[in-house]
């Protein structure tokens, strides 16, 4: 069985994996109207050296369908191999994009996920901590359709209570939130917890166990 272009769907429309000249990123294009789009494989490519393999359906791939430039807006040269094997001499094989860009852009292609009923609690939970104790903190286990929404909320939440800018990112699954104005409000506070630690530490004793008050689980406010 010859093999179509080498395409991914997108919430129900088929996107061409593509290569741009100059670069190893694999990049999203989609389609255009019937006709007056591109060939996911140039004519040249369909002689000589650069031959297409035999394994894709010929007639596929110069079909009319693709827009002139990639999701992220780059002139793409052609489509990346896939099940019919690589595309040219220097062709590679790519079953997903590795474009940043065109990952980033696809989300707009997705529904909106619906924001967990614990989103609020949460939320507030962090800014309390942010604005109350530390100047910073860690939220786990937050769902990685919730973290953006999360993100959002506890940024929006803090400038509320104060005009001083917050900072949030993800790492492996937990958000962090730090305000650095708040951090240096409780600095004193925070330098003590840690000459109380090397005290004990250089005394002998066990360090004191510390509360880690600045560490919320989302999972601890499960709705039920």
């Known amino acids: 069985m010859a093999h179509g272009p080498n395409t991914i769907e997108i919430n129900g429309a088929a996107m061409l994996l593509t290569a741009v000249s100059g670069g190893t990123a694999v990049h999203l294009t989609a389609t255009t109207a019937p006709g007056a789009g591109r060939e996911a494989v140039p004519d040249f490519y369909f002689d000589g050296n650069d031959r297409v393999p035999a394994d894709y359906d010929l007639m596929a791939l110069r079909d009319l369908q693709w827009s002139d430039k990639t999701i992220c807006g780059r002139v793409w040269a052609v489509m990346v191999g896939g099940d019919g094997g690589a595309v040219g001499r220097h062709g590679e094989v790519a079953y997903a994009p590795t474009c940043r860009r065109c990952l980033t852009l696809i989300d707009r292609h997705f529904p909106k996920p ?36 999360l993100r959002k909320a506890v940024r929006a939440a803090i400038r509320r209570r104060t005009d001083h800018p917050v900072r949030t990112y993800s790492i492996n699954g937990v958000i962090y939130v730090e305000c650095q104005a708040m951090y240096d409000r409780y600095a ?9 630690a090397v005290g004990a530490v250089l005394r002998g004793e ?19």
């Open 114 to 149: 619906e924001p967990d009923d614990r989103l609020a609690l949460v939320a507030q939970l962090a800014t309390d901590v942010v604005m109350d104790r530390r100047g910073y903190v860690e939220i786990h286990h937050v769902p990685g359709d919730q973290q953006d929404a």
């Open 188 to 196: 004193r506070q925070n330098d003590r917890e840690a000459a109380d």
């Open 206 to 224: 066990p360090p004191p166990q510390r509360e880690r008050d600045w560490v919320i689980s989302w999972a601890t406010w499960g709705v039920s």
